[in-house]
């Protein structure tokens, strides 16, 4: 299985690099979404397939268990179809429509959670389901985004793939969710510019940096828990927006630059627009975009959801 999965190293990585236009503020952005299922999540899951096989932990008879908000289950999905190994996402009505359709075309099985946890989300529900089935399927193994110290270590190539495209960087801005790239980023990167100020960015009501949860309507930033992970992050700075800032974080990214891409992506423009102008943060910038906008047409890229979403935000019952 290793040399099958080998082949679609080539595939994975070494992403598009461009200089964003942008007045008074040097901004690049490593687009993300041209890895081989849209988004970065490939590099982690490769790394925890891959790792897994290499650690007899998976063998051809194994099942694949993955909790996910969608980039991460199709990832790990595709690549389960390719090594023919059966595959069981855990997933949430937050997930998009075209995720969700394709995740009951390629996987074995789909299992979707409908209650929230007490948080106000639905990862912690998610978690505890992926362990009741981990307990009940027997050669089962969990493709673990938020534990497994593989998932950070497959963005190495990314910090690496960095560090050669600049001989001088100021910061990165990288969203956080399950944190696989932020760790694996700064842990790798600061060993060789330990001057790059690594700069997260999150959503409000996610927990990560111990805010306040709040009933969260986006998926693929922030969290319900933080991250095991993490803690072997090296971040300088955190930006935290609100659920209608990353909207309109999008909206700006497609008519300022032309790039249609995903609630992240959003989020780590505006933050880096605002960064500039709050803290008049000069030199280089570089903005990890991790997917694409497409599986996001029927959320932040729609009026009606947008103007529902602000109605839901402004009732008390929005707090979890």
Known sequence: MLKKLEKLAPFIGNTPLIELRQDDISMFAKLEYNNFTGSSKD????????????????????????????????????????????????????INSAYENLLNLISYDVVKVTERDYTGGYLLRRIETVDRL???????????????????????????????????????????????AITGISSYLKKQRPEVQ?????????????????????????????????????????????????????SELLNEQAIFAGASSGAVYLAAKNYAKIYGATGSSLLIFPDKGHTYLDTIYNKDWAAELAEKLVEPAAVA
């Open 198 to 250: 690594i700069i997260g960015v999150d959503v409000e009501g996610s927990v990560i940096f111990n805010a306040k949860p709040v009933k969260r309507f986006i998926s693929g930033i922030g969290a319900s828990q933080i991250p095991p992970i993490i803690e072997n992050a090296l971040i300088d700075d955190v930006v935290i927006l609100t659920q209608l800032d990353i909207i309109r974080g999008c």
């Open 134 to 180: 981990q307990a009940e399927i027997p050669n089962s193994f969990v493709a673990d985004q938020y534990s497994d110290p593989n998932n950070y270590k497959g963005y190495q190539g990314l910090a690496d793939e960095i560090v050669s495209s600049f001989d001088h960087l100021d910061r990165i801005f990288i969203a956080v969710s399950s944190s696989g």
């Open 43 to 94: 590099r982690a899951s490769y790394s925890l397939i891959y790792n897994g096989i290499k650690d007899g932990k998976i063998n051809e008879n194994t099942t694949i268990i993955a909790s996910s908000s969608g980039n991460l289950a199709i990832s790990v999905a595709s690549i389960c179809k390719i090594l023919k190994l059966r595959f069981i996402p855990v997933i949430d009505p937050n």
